[in-house]
C-alpha cells in the first residue's frame, strides 16, 4: 500500500493551503474502514499530530490548529485531505499522511504507532 502526499509549497502568513494524500492501490472497503491521520514535523522538531478522523468522520485536532485546519475523506476516490487556513509561519513543517487499517479510534490515533502506511511527506512553508 503506498500513500502519496500532495499539496505543498510556499505561503504568506495568513493565507490557506489544501493538503492531499492518496490511497490509490488500497482496496476501497478496506480504505472506507480505515482511520486516517496527518502528522507533521516542524525543522528541528519532533513529528507531532495534526489531526485524524475515524471511518465515520469523527475528527479530532491538534490544540496549536483547532479553529484553523479541517480534516476530510473522501473514501470513493480514496483520499484524505487537511485544508489549512491562516496559516502561521510555526506551521512549516514536512506533512505526513497516515494510515490505521485497524480503524483505531481517539486517543489510540495520537500515538504514530498506530498507523501501518504512511506518505512520503511534502513540504509547507509559511513565511511571515
Known amino acids: 500500500v503506498q500513500l502519496q502526499a500532495s499539496g505543498g509549497g510556499s505561503v504568506q502568513a495568513g493565507g490557506s493551503q489544501r493538503l492531499s494524500c492518496a490511497a490509490a492501490r488500497m482496496i476501497t472497503s478496506v480504505f472506507s474502514a480505515t482511520t486516517l491521520g496527518w502528522y507533521r514535523r516542524p525543522p528541528g522538531k519532533e513529528r507531532e499530530l495534526v489531526a485524524v478522523?475515524?471511518?465515520?468522520?469523527?475528527?479530532t485536532y491538534a490544540d496549536s490548529v483547532k479553529g484553523r485546519f479541517t480534516i476530510s475523506r473522501d473514501s470513493a476516490r480514496k483520499k484524505v485531505y487537511l485544508q489549512m487556513n491562516s496559516l502561521k509561519p510555526e506551521d512549516t513543517a514536512v506533512y505526513y499522511c497516515?494510515?490505521?487499517?485497524?480503524?483505531?479510534?481517539?486517543?489510540?490515533?495520537?500515538?504514530?504507532?498506530?498507523?501501518?502506511?504512511w506518505g512520503q511527506g511534502t513540504l509547507v512553508t509559511v513565511s511571515s
Open positions: 497516515a494510515a490505521d487499517r485497524h480503524g483505531s479510534r481517539w486517543p489510540r490515533t495520537e500515538n504514530p504507532n498506530e498507523y501501518q502506511y
Open positions: 478522523i475515524t471511518k465515520d468522520g469523527d475528527a
